[in-house]
Structures are given as structure tokens and as C-alpha cells.
């Protein structure tokens, strides 16, 4: 089941840099089809808890099917990892001894037509994660400015050509409005410089605007900034943090987080962080080989640190 869902990344390598504890209680911040999850109940069952957490109710049906062995210790959350702290009160955990992020979509996600976060399949425009949300990418791209779209498709896309790829979506969408990712898509191609337009792409030239609008319409980064802040709050002494990230957007935010924090430590705050892992550990040949999606996959781990003067 887990295996059409999601194929976890560099599982071994988060069971080990967890240093896992059979009493101590784990959060999967980003649970999917609970392949992480299940990966750390098969280590402490059934001394303490998991608790995994998404936003998206189709992972939690997944993985409460596929965690059902041991669903007595284990919680399952449909939320944001952004109210992670408010998750914990309302089960009442004070300290974890383990968080776990495995950032961006699953493959359900990509390779459900109707998601719409693929322009390998024509289907609405949708990509949101939660899907209670009202917010999704046909109304982002039909109602956003020139000015906002080519800046997302700047900020969040590093899209060389952002300015002329938002003038051509918003002359077209005045004719008809912008509602399938295979209209979308082909726009991005007509917009290209004519050089550009050769059909020798290394990757697909509308890649980068569909991961700017994914992260706009889930609001993935400024998620990601505030969860990782409560996930650091919300580990006890020498409890650690994994963050897997597949672009360097988010990389970028995990490891200025960790610096940071790190440095305040050391300045004497109450607590601060040691980072185990200098350089982001990358999944072996052999994981890309069996599982290509995982080629772009970081792991950057903390440990932390609560001074006792
Ligand atoms: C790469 S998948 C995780 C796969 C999982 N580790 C597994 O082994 O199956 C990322 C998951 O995180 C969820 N997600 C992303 N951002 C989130 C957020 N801010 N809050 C809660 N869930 C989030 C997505 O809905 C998706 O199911």
C-alpha cells in the first residue's frame, strides 16, 4: 500500500541520526503514507508514541491502514505542521525526543490526475495539499497580478524568465480563463524566448513555475520556518531533528535555522543546537537507483542542546 502511495527517503538514515529511545515520544511532522512512521513504531513499539501529522486527509486515511499494527501508540493528526505546538497541547506532550520533516508532496500527490499538481497529466488547476482549503492555483493564476505572479515565479521558481511568462498569463487569461495545468504548461512553452522552444529540455521548461505556484498556494515556506522554530522548541534535552528538503529553497531554510539557533546557543540562550550533519547527507546509487525520486533529497540533523547554567 505505502509502496503506490509514497516510497519513504532515506529511511535508515533517519532511524540512525534519531538515536532512537524506546520511551521517548516521536513526531512525524509530515506523515504521507506513513513509511517514516512506521519505520520508528517498528523500533519503540509499544513503549511510547508516534505521532504523525498532515494536512492532507488522504495520507491519514493511508496511514491509518498502513500503521494499524500498532495504532494504539500512535496519533494521528490531519493539520499543518505550522500549528505543531497547538497540536502537542491539545495532546498534551510537552517534550519529544524526535521530529521528523520530509518536505514537499508525496507521489500520491504528483500522480493523482485530479490533484492537479502535474502538467505530465491535463486536470485542474488545483494543487493544494488540503484540500478543506479554499485557495488553489486556478485562482491564484486567474486573479494574481503581473506584478505578484512574476515575482512568486522569481522567488519561489528562481524562473529566468518570470516577467514574460506572467504578461503572456495575463493577456491570454482576459481571452480565456487559465483553468487545466496542460493550458498552463503550453503557455509557459509560448512564452520562451524562440530559442528556448527547441524541445531538447534537460527538464520540462514549466517545472519551475508549477513548484513556485505549489509553494504559493500552500504557503510551503513560511510553513516550514514557523514549524521548524515549535519543532526545535518542542524537543527536550539532546532530542533531535531531521528535515529532509528537496530543493534548495528549503534547504536554504533549514540550514540557516539551524545556524542560527546553534549561534544563540552559544551566546548563552537558555537552549541552542548542535548540528550533526555539516553537509546534508544524500541518499546512495543504490536508493536512486531503486527509487529516482529520491536523487534531490537532503537530510540536515540537529541535536538539542538546553544549557544548565
Ligand atoms: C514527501 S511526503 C512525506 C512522505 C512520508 N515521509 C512517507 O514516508 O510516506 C510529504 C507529506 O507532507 C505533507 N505536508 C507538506 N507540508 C505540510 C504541512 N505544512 N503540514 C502538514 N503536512 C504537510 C504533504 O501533504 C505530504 O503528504
Known sequence: MVNSFHIPVLTKEILSYLNIEKGGVY????LGGG??????????????????????????????????????????VKGNFKNLEGILSDLKIKTVSGIVFDLGVSFHQLKEKERGFSFKEDSHLDMRMDLTQ???????????????????????????FSRRIARLIVTERKKKAITT??????????SLPRTKKRRT???????????????????ELKALESGLSQAIRALKDNGRICVISYH?????????????TEKEGKEQKNYGLKIITKKPIRPSSEEVRDNPKARS????????IISVT
Open 297 to 304: 533529497a537532503k537530510l540536515r540533523v540537529a541535536e538539542k
Open 248 to 260: 534548495s529553497l528549503e534547504d536554504r531554510i533549514v540550514k540557516h535555522l539551524f545556524k542560527e
Open 35 to 76: 513509511g517514516h512512521s512506521k519505520a520508528i513504531l517498528e523500533n519503540i513499539y509499544p513503549y511510547s508514541l508516534v505521532v504523525g501529522i498532515d494536512q492532507d486527509i488522504e495520507a491519514i486515511e493511508t496511514a491509518k491502514e498502513e500503521l494499524k499494527r500498532y495504532i494504539d501508540k500512535v496519533r494521528l
Open 134 to 160: 479554499k485557495f488553489n492555483a486556478d485562482i491564484l493564476i486567474n486573479s494574481y497580478s503581473e506584478k505578484d505572479l512574476t515575482e512568486i515565479f522569481e522567488k519561489y521558481g528562481e524562473e529566468r
Open 201 to 219: 529540455w534537460k527538464i520540462h521548461p514549466a517545472t519551475r513555475v508549477f513548484q513556485a505556484i505549489r509553494i504559493e498556494v500552500n504557503q
Open 181 to 190: 495545468t496542460k493550458q498552463l504548461a503550453d503557455l509557459v512553452v509560448r
Open 27 to 30: 513526531i512525524d511532522c509530515t
